[in-house]
């Protein structure tokens, strides 16, 4: 089962944005139906320990989850889920053994201003990144369609817990802010990879930032605080969690099999 950074126990309430990818890079979710299991248990997640789950994206060999705590161990129960099932289900039907997950997934905690929403949006462009989509509303595995259209049944985005984080009360009103912020990002070409968002422990405010590093005392007291293009964050160890979260292509198209009608 993956091992985290445990930051959670320290932090409750913080928002979270969660990375974790196949064991060596394989492109273990290359396959649509997998990507859909995925899906399937991170609902089940939802639905078992009310994880709040607030964006997503689900790629050839890595996933990204951004969700908040609500202090009752929802998220390392929910990953626990997801993540073992997923790879059961995997092996099972490969014949295969083996690990199916890196040991660790990376978990870094977001401000909840305007560094939310840039990081809403970081998710959203993970496969425009990848140079798989034009734009996020032709990738199916994402949060990005679900946000903009959100369905009857099986819902896994929090909708409610969005609108609460954005300060508004009208979904209709998130989802043009939504959509603009998203045209923005492609308008100024903003889709390289930050690490920032995969590799800190922390990314927001310089205020924001103190209060963690204060909350989590000694295990961050000598961990350096970096500030950059006015984005505060704290750097985690060197090597502590590295990998690439790029989605490589991996011939993925976002049509490849069984398709997740969530």
């Given at each position: ?51 709040c ?14 969700v ?5 161990s ?36 977001v ?82 990879r ?69």
């Amino acid at each position: 089962m993956p091992r985290a950074n445990r930051y959670f126990y320290l932090l409750p309430g913080h928002v979270w944005h969660i990375t974790h990818r196949c064991h060596k890079q394989e492109f273990l979710l290359k396959f649509a139906r997998d990507r859909a299991r995925w899906l399937h248990w991170l609902f089940e997640a939802k639905r078992r320990y009310g994880l709040c789950v607030l964006n997503y994206v689900v790629t050839s060999n890595h996933i990204h989850l951004l969700v908040k705590d609500d202090g009752a161990s929802s998220i390392s129960r929910s990953l626990q889920l997801i993540a073992g099932r997923t790879g059961q289900e995997y092996n099972q039907r490969k014949a295969r053994n083996g690990a199916f997950w890196e040991d660790r997934y990376h978990a870094t905690a977001v401000a909840t201003d305007e560094h939310f929403f840039q990081c809403l949006v970081y998710i959203d462009l993970n496969m425009v990144r990848a140079g798989v989509v034009g734009h996020p509303a032709q990738w199916p595995y994402g949060g990005y369609r679900e946000i903009q259209r959100p369905p009857e049944r099986y819902r896994i985005i929090d909708i409610a817990g969005l609108l609460d984080l954005a300060g508004v009360r009208d979904l209709a009103t998130f989802q043009a802010q939504h959509r603009h912020w998203v045209q923005d990002a492609l308008k100024r070409k903003q889709s390289k990879r930050d690490r920032r968002w995969t590799d800190s422990i922390a990314v927001g405010s310089a205020s924001y930032i103190e209060k963690v590093k204060t909350s989590l005392g000694i295990a961050a007291s000598h961990k350096p605080t970096i500030e950059q293009d006015s984005r505060y964050f704290i750097k985690e160890d060197e090597g502590s969690y590295r990998g690439r979260f790029d989605g490589k292509k991996a011939h993925l198209r976002p049509k490849d099999g069984t398709i997740w009608h969530g």
